[in-house]
């Protein structure tokens, strides 16, 4: 079978490297898989990129930005080259474009995102269109399809697919607390204000008396230049410049969870996050927001889900993690095996229905 997965641009975040990893396993399975986009790939996706050729997975990213119609080009040249069976678009734009088109060729529809898409009228309406072009639609988290019900009406086709991590990369024994690097607090995420990268900066002024060498690190794509500026002005306001790093996109995940102490995770919304995963993979501590994205993770040792709009709380937590050790946590159910292979069955089923 021919495999096409559609991103909008290829970046380092949850679905664009969800997209990657399906691709790169479904190409170990047999099939013939490309990824393409409808954007230039960002600087931070080189490394990805690179995984995805020398696993022979072929890649289409354009290399120069399009307006609508040159995107519908680009899109239609890439799927006249390829030829695929089936094209899974990962969000919502991508799946707009792929259904516009009279490609010919089954499109699944995977949600992504962490907020209702389908509030804003102009993307219920487009999406009301063209749903009955999608020949699945899958969604990463139950939250997904209930907003999609509830604004568009229930597809014949839906599934929920939960992310998968691939936990051969991300586990790390225990023990890594005393390798005796200076105790470090990290947070992966766009630079978005619906990922709270200020609440952990606040948190983090509370107690970083209370452990000298304590350090916080911030990482993730700067998708909102004006917040990752104010996240830079309050480092600064607080006087923690020398205690904070506050950083861009990072391609190599692992190892910063393997150096840290405690994962930090204040997202205000998220859908079903490959960070978190990630971060459960490690048997790091991890400190995240009581939102019904996490709720999965709340029975998992040495997680703790609170409030982290309550900056003393969210405080608490962060010195209760600190003194906690690393686990081992099964994830049965949440690995990059368990969400290829229902990718892949799901694929079939489209593909040979056809």
């Known amino acids: 079978m021919r495999i096409l997965h559609l991103v909008l641009a290829p970046r380092l975040s ?18 013939t898989v490309a990824m393409a986009s409808l954007l230039p790939q960002h600087a931070d996706f080189v490394t ?39 094209l899974l678009a990962h969000s919502t734009i991508p799946a707009f474009y792929a259904r516009v088109l009279p ?39 139950e939250n997904n399809v209930r907003e999609y019900i509830e604004a568009i009406g229930r597809h014949r086709m839906m599934q929920v697919i939960p992310n998968g991590v691939d936990t051969s ?29 200020l609440q952990t900066v606040r948190a983090f002024a509370q107690i970083c008396h209370a452990v000298p060498d304590l350090r916080l690190k911030l990482v993730g794509v700067l998708e909102v230049p004006s917040y ?27 190892q910063l969870l393997a150096e840290a102490t405690v994962y930090a995770m204040p997202s205000l919304s998220e859908a079903h996050s490959i960070a978190l995963l990630e971060a459960l993979a490690t048997g790091i501590p991890v400190v995240a927001n009581t939102i019904s994205g996490f709720a999965y993770a709340r029975n998992f040792p040495c997680v703790q889900l609170i409030d982290t709009n309550d900056t003393d709380a969210y405080a ?21 095996g368990d969400a290829a292979e229902q990718y892949l069955a799901i694929s079939r089923k489209v593909a040979f229905a056809a």
């Not at 990657?20 to 190409?27: F, G, P």
């Not at 907020?115 to 999608?134: C, P, Q, W, Y």
């Not at 002005?233 to 996109?249: A, C, K, N, S």
């Not at 608490?316 to 690995?335: C, E, F, I, N, S």
Request: glycine share 8%; proline share 5%; with cysteine.
């Open 14 to 31: 949850g679905a664009e490297v969800l997209a990657k990893d399906l691709a790169i396993h479904q190409k170990s399975c047999g099939e």
């Open 48 to 86: 990805l990129h690179g995984d995805l050729e020398a696993r022979e997975v072929t890649c289409m990213f354009p290399e120069r930005s399009y307006g609508r119609v040159g995107r519908l080009w680009w899109l239609h040249s890439v799927v006249r080259r390829f030829k695929p069976d089936v």
């Open 103 to 141: 490609l010919g060729v089954p499109v699944i529809y995977v949600m992504h995102s962490a907020t209702n898409d389908f509030v804003h009228a102009k993307v219920r309406g487009i999406e009301r269109m063209l749903s009955r072009r999608a020949r699945a639609v899958i969604g990463v988290s």
């Open 169 to 197: 990369r991300y586990f790390y024994p225990t023990g890594t607390e005393d390798s005796g690097r200076p105790p470090q607090i990290l947070q992966v995420g766009r630079y978005n204000p619906i990922k709270s990268h």
């Open 228 to 254: 990752f500026a104010a996240v830079q002005d309050l480092v600064r306001q607080l006087g923690l410049e020398q205690r904070v790093t506050v950083d861009g996109p990072r391609s190599n995940i692992s």
């Open 316 to 336: 608490k937590a962060l010195l209760t993690a600190l003194r906690q050790p690393r686990t081992v946590r099964q994830l049965a159910g949440l690995t990059l």
